[in-house]
């Protein structure tokens, strides 16, 4: 299985601040995804990355949301201006092709004060 | 992608097999049957997936039925380590330039295992 790292593992921020979460997949993936489930709820989908681009996104994808992959490896996740409902785990998530098997990493914990 | 439904939970005695069901009736012949797990709130684990034969790996063995309106995740001798929420999730499974291929996540099925 395809190991997958976050960082950090926990983030605590004041609301109106920018986040940035990190994803390192140990391994040449492709296709990348951001997940998150709010605490006691159902894990949400909300993006997928594949070439340098968004291949897809969520309702929960809007502007306050944007995904790059600055230096060929890392996967970020930037939230621009955080809100106390953005409080969630976030996952990230790789596969090799667009309809393989997507592994998990551990998650971020976010939260918003 | 087809809709999922599972028990909202179950219960299993360390040591027996855990036989957790699953119900997607409206599954298509482009479709996959992909189980996940989340032990508390970690990332969800991939176990296994299939199409339309059984499946089986050092994790899990996947019972699909022939129509496959329906299948059963089986953990052969279950400890207390298995205790998570198990997800099954329908996808799509090739490439047709449409639809989505994101894991549509359901509230699974919480399997406790108890000693």
């Known amino acids: 299985e395809p190991e997958v790292t976050q960082t950090p593992s926990h983030q605590v921020t004041q609301m109106g601040q920018e986040v940035i979460l990190r994803c390192v997949p140990i391994?040449?993936?492709?296709?990348f995804y951001w997940y998150r489930q709010i605490l006691g709820q159902k894990v949400e989908f909300l993006v997928s990355?594949?070439?340098?681009?968004?291949?897809?996104k969520s309702e929960i994808f809007d502007d306050q949301f944007s995904v790059e992959r600055p230096d060929g490896s890392n996967f970020t996740l930037k939230i621009r201006s955080t809100k106390l409902e953005d409080s969630a785990m976030y996952f990230c998530?790789?596969?090799?092709?667009?309809?393989?098997?997507?592994?998990f990493g551990p998650g971020t914990r976010l939260t918003v004060l | 992608d087809a809709k999922t439904t599972q028990p909202t939970s179950m219960d299993c005695a360390e040591g027996r097999a855990a036989n957790l069901p699953c119900n997607h009736s409206?599954?298509?012949?482009?479709?996959?049957v992909y189980w996940y797990r989340q032990i508390h709130s970690q990332g969800p684990q991939y176990i296994i997936h299939?199409?339309?034969n059984n499946e089986t790996n050092e994790m899990a063995s996947l019972i699909i039925t022939e129509d496959r309106k329906s299948s059963t995740l089986i953990l052969p001798h279950a400890t207390l380590r298995d205790t998570a929420v198990y997800y099954c999730?329908?996808?799509?499974?090739?490439?047709?330039?449409?639809?989505?291929?994101?894991?549509?996540f359901g509230k699974g099925t919480k399997l406790s295992v108890i000693p």
């Open positions: 998530a790789i596969s090799s092709g667009h309809t393989d098997t997507q592994y």
């Open positions: 391994s040449n993936h492709l296709y």
């Open positions: 990355f594949y070439n340098n681009e968004i291949s897809e």
């Open positions: 409206t599954i298509s012949g482009n479709e996959y």
């Open positions: 299939g199409l339309k």
């Open positions: 999730i329908v996808r799509v499974r090739s490439y047709s330039g449409a639809g989505s291929y994101q894991l549509t």
